[in-house]
C-alpha cells in the first residue's frame, strides 16, 4: 500500500481526491492536532479546534461529529431539547423586555422575585428630603443612587465641610446623580476621654447635651469589618470612663472618643431654608418613547404605587443654648416597653435597671433642679390576652392590680411617679389613632402576622370576656403571658412587633423590650437626632429589641404604610426588607449589636476564639451560670458584666426567675407589705411572721441574674450608691 501512495505521488496524483488510496476503516485527520485531540479524548468531546487565519488563535466550536451526545441521543430527543432551549431564551428575553419597558401602572414583576416596595421613587426622595432637612440625619453615610437625587441637600445635623485646598487629578468626575448631603449644622467639639481622677470610685456621668457620633462607634464595632466585641467594649468604656480606678496602662488611647457637644451658632449662620434646591430626578426615556420615573424600582405585585405621603413640615432643629429648656417639651426622653400578662419579676428587674443607671435626679434633695433632661419610662400593659378588647373599666382594673401586687406596687411610691408610669394599651385606640392606618386596618384578614406566618384569630370570638380567657387558657389566643417555654404567649410577642412602631411614631423617644436590662446612662445616644436599632447577631438585619424612631417622622408614614400591604408584618426580618428594597436603611442606622446584645455573637459561635466578659454560650447561662464560671458573679458583680455596653438583652426567658432563692422583691422596710405577701406566695408552707434570713437558705454560688438583682434591690434599700456614686434620698 506504501508503495502505491509512492507511485501515485510521483504521478501528481492527490490521493483522496479521484479515488481512494486508503483504507475506509482507518481513521483520517485534517491536522496533527485533530490527531493529539483525538488520542488525549476521552471519546466524549463537545469542543473541537476550527482553522483560524492565523496559527497562533485556537478556536474551540461544537463538535457536530457522531460523537455528540444529542447525536447519540437521537434526532427526536434532540429535538425537543432544542425546543426547551429556545422556549427558554424567549422567556427570558420577554422577562427583560417587561421590566424595562413598563411603567408605573403596567410594571410588572416575576411571580418568582416578588418585593415589598409600594413606594414610587417621588416618594422615596420626599422621605428621604424630609428625614434630613429635619435634622434626623447626622451620618455621613451615602444616599443610595436609586433615589436619584441631583443635587446636594443642605444637612443641618452635618457640620461643614472642611475646605479643601487641592483636588486630585485622580478623582473622577460627579456622576448624574449625588449619593452626599451638604452639612450646614453646628460644628462638633469632640470630647477628650474621660481621664482617671485620684479618688475617685466611680466614673463620671456623660456631660449633659453630649451625643455619641455612631458612624464613629460602627467603625470600631464593625462585625462585618471583622471587629470584636471585647475590643468594642473597651472602646466603649474608657472613651465614657467607665474604667475609672480600673484602668491599666495601654499606651495613648486619646484618639478613642466618640462623644462630641455641638457649638453654638449665630442666627446668621443658619442657612434659610428656602435656599435650598428641590432634587430633580433624571428621568430618560424607554425605548418605547415613554417616560418611566420608577426605572430600576420594582413594585409588588397586585398593588398600586402609594400616593404622595402627607407630611407636615420639616421640623426645625434646635442647638445647643438655642433651647430654652434642658429638655425639648415636643420631644420628651421617653422609653418605652410592652408588657402581657401580670407584672412579675422580669419587667420588676428592668424598671429597677432604669432607676439604678439613667439620670433621674433621685439623688438631690427636695427642692434641687436637675441640670440635664430626665428621662421617662413608659411601661404599656395590655391588661388581656393580645386578641381581646379591654373593657370599659380596663384602667382601673390595671391600677387596681398594680396596686396589690407585691413586683409592682413599689414604683407606684410618690418618689417615682415623674419617672415611671404605667400605660394601658389599647389596640383600637391605638391604631385608630395612627394617620396611616386607621382608615384601612379593618379590612385585614389578621393583625397577627410575624415573618408571614399569620394566626387567625376567630371573629366569633374576640377573646374579650373573662370567662372565655378562664376556660381556654390553654388556647394560644386566650394565652396571657409566657409561663413556661411551652405555653409561650406568641399572640403577645406578635403584638408587641407592632406596638412598638407604634409607640415610637405617635409620642417619638426609644423603645426597649422589657427582656432589657440597663447597664449605663443613655445620655449620649438621647442626643444622635437619626433613628437607629441594632444588628441581628451576624446577619445583615434588624433587631427592634432596641428602636428609636423621632415623632410623627417621614420614616415611620412609610413602614406603616408598606406593612399595610405586605400582611401587617412589622417582624424585625420583614422591616429589614421594607427599608432594603426601598433604599432607606441608612435611614434606620444599623448600630452594632456589641452595644445593646453583648452576649448574641458568642451564644450563635461566633468570636468564641475571643469571648468578651462574661461568656455565655447561650442565653440560659445567664440564669444558670455554668459552675465553672459561678465564681465570677459575686467577684466582680455589677462592674464586670458586660462594662461598656448600654444593655444587656436576655432574650426571652420568662419563664425563669431571677433569683431562685429569694423570689420575692426584697426592698426593705418601707416595702415590707409587699415582700411578705411575695414571700409568703414563694413559700405557701412557711410561716411569713415565723422567717429568718439564714445563709443556709441561700444559693452557694450565686448566677448572673441573682447578682443584677440584688444589686439593684440594694440601692433602693439604701444600703450603696448607684453606678456612678449616688444615693437614693427619698
Known sequence: MAARYFAAFQRGITPGRDRPFYDPHLPSYSSAVREKMHLQSSGRQ??????????????????????????????????????????????????????????????????????TLVFGRENLQRIWRWEIESGHYPSNGKIPEQIGFTSAILNPALPPAKAHTLISPFTPPPGPVTTITRGVGPRRAYLENQKQSVGAAYPPRPIPGSIADLDIILEQCNFSEGKYVRDCLEFLR???????????RRGSVDGWKYSFMEEDRLEEEIPPRATQAAPILPVGPYPTGRQNSNAGLMKKRNVQWERPLELPPPEQPSVGSNRTTACDPENLRLFHMFWAGPFNEKPYVALLSFLFTQNLGLHLEPGQELNACRPQIWLWINPGPAAAVP???????????????????????????????????????????????????????????????????????????????????????HRLGSKSEATYDRLSVILSDMARFIVTHRYGGIYLDADTIFLRDWEELWGWKGAFAYRWSYHEDYNTAVLHLNKGSALGSFLFRTALKNGFDFHPVAVSKYLKEAHLENLLLRVPDALFDPAWLNTEGYQVERPTYPFFAGFADFFDTPEVHSAAPQVVGFEGFFRGAFSYHFHNFWWKPFDPARNWPDLG??????????RAAANPHADPDDWSDKITDDKRDLDWATVLKR?????IRGERPNMYGEWLRW
Open 238 to 248: 474608657v472613651s465614657a470612663g467607665l474604667d475609672n480606678g480600673r484602668r491599666f
Open 391 to 477: 373593657n370599659p373599666s380596663a384602667l382601673t382594673d390595671m391600677y387596681d392590680a398594680l396596686k396589690t401586687n407585691p413586683w409592682a406596687a413599689p414604683f407606684l411610691h410618690p418618689r417615682f411617679k415623674n419617672v415611671i408610669k404605667f400605660r394601658l394599651w389599647n389596640t383600637t385606640e391605638q391604631l385608630d389613632s395612627n394617620l396611616e392606618l386607621r382608615d384601612e386596618w379593618r379590612k385585614m384578614d389578621t393583625l397577627f402576622n410575624s415573618g408571614g406566618v399569620t394566626v387567625s384569630v376567630p371573629a366569633e370570638n374576640p377573646a374579650g370576656s373573662s370567662s372565655a380567657i378562664l376556660t381556654k387558657t390553654g388556647d394560644m389566643v
Open 711 to 715: 444589686t439593684f434591690e440594694a440601692y
Open 669 to 678: 422596710p418601707k416595702f415590707a407589705g409587699g415582700e411578705r405577701a411575695a
Open 46 to 115: 463537545w469542543l473541537i479546534p476550527m482553522t483560524a487565519s492565523t496559527r497562533r488563535i485556537r478556536l474551540q466550536s461544537p463538535n457536530p461529529g457522531p460523537q455528540s451526545r444529542l447525536a447519540r441521543v437521537g434526532r427526536r430527543r434532540g429535538f425537543v431539547c432544542r425546543c426547551v432551549a429556545f422556549l427558554a431564551v424567549v422567556f427570558s428575553i420577554a422577562v427583560i423586555v417587561l421590566m424595562l419597558l413598563g411603567n408605573e401602572e403596567s410594571h410588572w414583576t416575576p411571580p418568582f422575585r416578588d418585593t
